[in-house]
T-cell receptor, first 114, second 111 residues
């Protein structure tokens, strides 16, 4: 099992450009998440999905859109990148939302917006 | 979400036990205590979780105070590979979508 994979690993964008980050999981998990991590800080939830075809906002959703067309994939889009979106982005998945549920994380995508 | 407090950093020597503390004085009776760690340049990984009783798994042990206002993650024999940022996180028993990460404790393991 590959677990949670993310594509690409690194990306440099110019302000105003768009891009899509791809997350894939092979654990048949219902729930998927996108977090961002800024230097010296913990992770913050951007958007999440509780199943195929559903998405919901997290605590820092502005400037991002997401789609979950297939159960195993969760896409994060930046329509018009800004320097404030320079960050490391982590995707995660879990079997459930219960207090006992573990989240499994991908290796991250390091994004720089110039 | 109830708040957790951890020391910013700790140091240990290789092959010695490490006790990582976490204070959560406002924990509710329905909150699970989770620990995750993040190795350098990697995503976080689950370590252990518990509710009231002490827990052991292959990675670590979790000791929970009787009043549940604090807990301690115990690495029995630290290795260089255990150098990471360790996060103590409370999870509502009924479920919530997010893990609330604080700044965690940066563990340095000396050879």
């Amino acid at each position: 099992n590959a677990g949670v994979t993310q594509t690409p690993k690194f990306r440099v964008l110019k302000t105003g450009q768009s891009m899509t980050l791809l997350c894939a999981q092979d654990m048949n998990h219902e729930y998927m998440y996108w977090y961002r991590q800024d230097p010296g800080m913990g992770l913050r939830l951007i958007h999440y999905s509780v199943g195929e075809g559903t998405t919901a906002k997290g605590e820092v959703p502005d400037g991002y859109n997401v789609s979950r067309l297939k159960k195993q994939n969760f896409l994060l889009g930046l329509e018009s990148a800004a320097p404030s979106q320079t960050s490391v982005y982590f995707c995660a998945s879990s079997r459930g939302l219960a207090g006992t549920a573990q989240q499994f994380f991908g290796p991250g995508t390091r994004l720089t917006v110039l | 979400d109830a708040k957790t407090t951890q020391p910013n950093s700790m140091e240990s020597n290789e092959e010695e036990p490490v006790h990582l503390p976490c204070n959560h004085s406002t924990i509710s009776g329905t909150d699970y205590i989770h620990w995750y760690r993040q190795l350098p340049s990697q995503g976080p990984e689950y370590v252990i979780h518990g509710l009231t009783s002490n827990v052991n798994n292959r990675m670590a042990s979790l000791a929970i105070a009787e009043d549940r206002k604090s807990s301690t993650l115990i690495l029995h024999r630290a290795t260089l590979r255990d150098a990471a940022v360790y996060y103590c996180i409370l999870r509502y028993q009924g479920g919530s979508e997010k893990l609330v990460f604080g700044k965690g404790t940066k563990l340095t393991v000396n050879p």
